[in-house]
């Protein structure tokens, strides 16, 4: 199993993961069959990963994309101490360390690009994910209620950051 950096190539098997992932679980925000085939957009993704503006980080195995961690920074002025992070690994390969790994390789892209402040959501059902991020140094800050529907059902959200 790898972890590593994103490269321009990856571009068609990670939306092939992503659009893989959505079929398997029901924590991502895509329904199956939703994601459409941007490749543009995708490319604009791996880009500024590329340039480090941003971290995108793939797990192989056997030269396949299994899971992602994306930290995307923010923007304006206010907000550039910030990064949002989305995380997803294929149902076969959880719980095997890939989440740790990402987030030991995300902890020194925060100290390299001073970002002080990471966040991300996730559904309170989701436990598995929760105990993640929490091992990792994320804490509850709020709970965002009716954030998404999934099978016609409103479902909570967790607030969730870490403070560098």
């Known amino acids: 199993m790898v972890v590593r950096e994103i490269k321009i190539s ?12 959505d079929k398997e679980t029901k924590y991502m925000i895509y329904e199956p069959n939703e994601r459409t085939k941007n490749l543009k957009l995708i490319n604009s993704s791996i880009q500024n990963a ?3 503006k941003n971290l995108l980080l793939v797990a ?5 994309i ?16 910030t990064a949002y992070i989305v995380v997803g690994i294929r149902k076969d390969f959880q719980g095997k360390g890939i989440g740790s790994k990402f987030f030991r390789k995300l902890d020194l892209w925060v100290l390299q690009n001073k970002i002080t402040r990471l966040e991300l959501t ?7 994910a929760k ?3 929490e091992k990792n140094g994320f ?3 709020g709970i965002k209620k009716n954030s998404m ?16």
Request: net charge negative; glycine share 6%.
């Open 10 to 21: 990856d571009a068609d098997a990670f939306w092939q993961m992503q659009f893989e992932l």
């Open 50 to 52: 590329v340039e480090g």
């Open 60 to 64: 192989e195995n056997d030269k396949d």
């Open 66 to 81: 299994i899971g992602f961690l994306s930290a995307q920074r923010g923007v304006p002025n206010r907000i550039k101490h």
């Open 122 to 128: 996730v559904m309170c059902n989701n436990k598995m």
């Open 131 to 133: 105990h993640l991020y």
């Open 139 to 141: 804490v509850i800050e």
């Open 149 to 164: 529907v999934v099978d016609g059902e409103y479902v909570d959200e967790f607030y969730m950051a870490k403070l560098i």
